[in-house]
C-alpha cells in the first residue's frame, strides 16, 4: 500500500477482554515498530519486529501484551485482559532499514478505549 | 524512559513570525529526527540530521545539532496556521526512536 494501514481506528472495548491491533507496513520495509501514545504524551517504544523475529520485546507493558508479524508483512498485537490503564493510542511504523537510520513511516493509530 | 526533552512545552505565536523549539538528550546518538503530529492525524517526518552534521534545512525548517551539548533546535521561519501542531524530537539508539514529550506549537491568526 501507499502507507502504513492500521485497523481498527477506534476500538471501544469492556475491561476484561481481549483486543487484537493490526498493522500493515509498506510494502519491501523490513523493520516494524509498535508504539503506545496517552494523551500529551510522547512515545512509548513496545516492540520492534525486523523480518519475522522480535529482537527486543523489552517495551511491552506486562505479558498481557504479545505481538507477532508473520510472512514479514503484517502484524497484530494483542492485548489480553484489557485493563482501563491500556487505554491510549497505538502506533505503528516501519522503515526500510534496521536502526531507524532512515524515515519512520507511521500509520494513524488506533485509539484503545477501555471502559 | 525519554532520551529527548522538548523545551518549551507549549509555545503560541503570531502567524509569520518564527517558531524556535529545542530538543536535549541523554545519551550518544547517531541521528536525531524531528517529526509533527496535528490533531487526529499520525506522526509526519519532517527532518533527520545525522551525528556529523551541524545544521539543516529543509524548506522553511531549519534544524541545529550540538553533540557537545546534547541538544537540538528547530526552526520554523514565517509561521503558518497550518504549523499548529505538536512537534517532537527522536534520537536513536540501537534499533529504536527514543521520544521526548514534545512541544505543543499554536499559531494564531
Known amino acids: 500500500g501507499a502507507g502504513v494501514s492500521q485497523s481498527p481506528s477506534n476500538k471501544v472495548t469492556e475491561k476484561g477482554k481481549d483486543v487484537e491491533l493490526r498493522c500493515d507496513p509498506i510494502?519491501?520495509?523490513?523493520?516494524l515498530y509498535w508504539y503506545r501514545q496517552s494523551l500529551g504524551q510522547g512515545l512509548e517504544f513496545l516492540i520492534y519486529?525486523?523480518?519475522?523475529?522480535?529482537?527486543?520485546k523489552s517495551g511491552l507493558p506486562s505479558d498481557r501484551f504479545s505481538a507477532e508479524r508473520t510472512g514479514g508483512s503484517v502484524s497484530t498485537l494483542t492485548i489480553q485482559r484489557t485493563q482501563q490503564e491500556d487505554s491510549a493510542v497505538y502506533l505503528c511504523?516501519?522503515?526500510?532499514?534496521?536502526?531507524?537510520?532512515?524515515?519512520?513511516?507511521f500509520g494513524q493509530g488506533t485509539r484503545l478505549t477501555v471502559v | 524512559s525519554q532520551q529527548g526533552e522538548e523545551d518549551p512545552q507549549a509555545l503560541s505565536i503570531q502567524e509569520g513570525e518564527n517558531a524556535t523549539m529545542n530538543c536535549s538528550y541523554k545519551?550518544?546518538?547517531?541521528?536525531l529526527q524531528w517529526y509533527r503530529q496535528n490533531s487526529g492525524r499520525g506522526l509526519v517526518h519532517l527532518i533527520l540530521?545525522?551525528?556529523n552534521e551541524r545544521e539543516k534545512h529543509s524548506g522553511r525548517l531549519r534544524v541545529t545539532l550540538d553533540t557537545s551539548k546534547k541538544s537540538s533546535s528547530l526552526l520554523i521561519t514565517a509561521s503558518r496556521a497550518a504549523d499548529t501542531a505538536s512537534y517532537f524530537c527522536?534520537?536513536?539508539?540501537?534499533?529504536?526512536?527514543?521520544w521526548g514529550a514534545g512541544t505543543k506549537l499554536i499559531i494564531k491568526p
Open positions: 510494502s519491501g520495509h523490513t523493520a
Open positions: 540530521i545525522r551525528s
Open positions: 511504523a516501519s522503515s526500510l532499514v534496521q536502526g531507524m537510520n532512515t524515515e519512520a513511516f
Open positions: 519486529f525486523q523480518g519475522n523475529s522480535a529482537p527486543d
Open positions: 545519551t550518544s546518538i547517531n541521528n
Open positions: 527522536a534520537t536513536d539508539r540501537n534499533y529504536q526512536l527514543i
